[in-house]
């Protein structure tokens, strides 16, 4: 094409320092996640309490991204990718503070602070690598799409790795340990990467207004209320309702059954984000997306999200036909599970090219700045309702919830615009 934008030697550099700090940033996240949710089970905690301590992380991910994506505007990227790795090692040396002795009350008030911070800290980074690719990217060939999915994908490999990490440390080294551990590596990779970050980030505009970060596009709207239910779909089972249920069949109860729960756990859902991963950096060619025009890909989100229904529906009736946890349903529901997380893998990047694709390179960081608020609002729902779900229903009314949320993201993507003269207008 014409108007290609060559792979300039300086944007590949800064692709590739974003891409690194976002790995540390992320296997640090998924390490930390399974950490509190494993240590806090094996206290007693309810799933709802559980859930708890997750809520104000992801609140914090929607303000954030709001603010973020006019922060990176007005000061420039770097400014906000150094903020988010800064804050990270902050939130992990916080959480070694937490004294067993105070009250459940107390305890899941300090967590919630902390993991507020933590998801400040997340979407901060996320924001920050994303709109990189936008700025960075080739424009031709399906250069785009390219280099989304393989940041998309490699972090959540690597963020899978993470759930290994955490489920690891936890049993290895014990908590105050392992967060202590994290805070110090990550703060190392902070050091090095703003040393030695390379130029091609752009460094901001200082009259940028706070008011402009709320879209006017018509598809950047919809696809933000489609993912919200499509990450609500995942987060109702993934937060709490599927370690939960695993804990409860996996574990004999003492510490030696623990601990082998934990690594079974961590096992399973580290091979899940990174199979997720996978087929998110092998989405531009099992959508053929170099040879099919834009308006292809815009139809195909809706398709995609009906075909993720399927899966959730399914495991829903097999949950509720089992009268009791039994071999074979939990190996239905890894089975199924593994489906769900590829054809999930190719929604959401579908999603993140067409996040990138709608927006304008001049107001990009505030355009999947409000995208990213609402993909943390859709963790926020999901992971609310996997713990109440869990709680009033069990495994049954979770995925059932889940299969509801998946059907809301098909009939919104359906919403998308494809006259690609007006989306890109």
Not at 25 to 44: E, Q, W
Not at 82 to 111: K, M, N, R, T
Not at 228 to 235: I, K, P, S, T
Not at 293 to 313: S, T
């Amino acid at each position: 094409m014409s108007n290609a934008r060559p792979e300039r030697p300086e944007g590949l550099s800064a692709y590739v320092a974003v891409t690194a700090a976002y790995w540390a940033f992320m296997l640090t996240d998924g390490a930390l996640r399974m950490l509190v949710l494993l240590h806090f089970h094996t206290l007693g905690f309810s799933p709802v309490q559980l859930a708890y301590l997750f809520v104000l992380y992801e609140v914090a991910g929607m303000i954030t991204n709001l603010a973020a994506g006019w922060i990176a505007a007005r000061y420039g990227l770097t400014s906000t990718l150094y903020a988010g790795l800064g804050l990270q090692v902050v939130a992990l040396v916080a959480l070694a503070q937490l004294d067993p002795g105070w009250s459940i009350a107390v305890s899941v008030a300090f967590v919630m602070c902390v993991q507020g911070l933590s998801g400040v800290a997340k979407d901060l980074a996320k924001m920050s690598s994303k709109s990189a690719v936008k700025l960075l990217a080739p424009s031709g060939d399906g250069g785009l799409f390219r280099w989304v999915a393989v940041l998309t994908g490699s972090k959540n490999a690597v963020k899978g790795l993470g759930f290994l990490l955490g489920a690891a440390l936890l049993a290895v080294l014990g908590f105050d340990w392992a967060v202590l551990g994290m805070a110090i590596v990550l703060g190392a990779i902070l050091v090095a990467v703003v040393l030695f970050m390379p130029s091609g980030l752009p460094k901001g505009k200082k009259g940028t207004r706070f008011s402009e970060v709320f879209s006017k596009s018509a598809n950047v709207n919809w696809l933000s209320a489609a993912r919200v239910f499509l990450f609500g779909a995942r987060d109702v089972w993934f937060v709490v309702g599927i370690p939960i249920y695993f804990h409860a069949v996996l574990s004999d109860g003492t510490e030696a059954g623990n601990r082998a729960a934990f690594f079974m756990i961590g096992t399973f859902m580290a091979v899940w984000v990174i199979l997720y991963g996978m087929v998110q950096a092998a989405a531009p060619g099992i959508l053929r997306a170099v040879r099919r025009p834009e308006a292809e890909l815009i139809r195909a989100a809706r398709g995609w999200a009906v075909a993720l229904f399927v899966v959730p529906a399914v495991l829903t009736l097999a949950v509720a036909l089992s009268p009791a946890p039994h071999p074979w349903l939990t190996a239905t529901l890894v089975a199924g599970l593994l489906v769900f997380g590829a054809v999930f893998a190719v929604n959401s990047s579908l999603h993140s090219y067409l996040i990138l694709a709608f927006s304008k390179s001049e107001r990009v960081t505030m355009d999947v700045g409000f995208y990213y608020m609402a993909n943390a609002g859709g963790r926020l729902l999901g992971t609310v309702l996997s713990g109440l779900t869990y709680q009033l229903g069990g495994l049954t009314l979770v995925m059932a919830t889940a299969a509801v949320m998946v059907l809301l993201a098909a009939l919104t993507s359906g919403r998308l615009n494809d006259r690609t003269d007006e989306v890109t207008a």
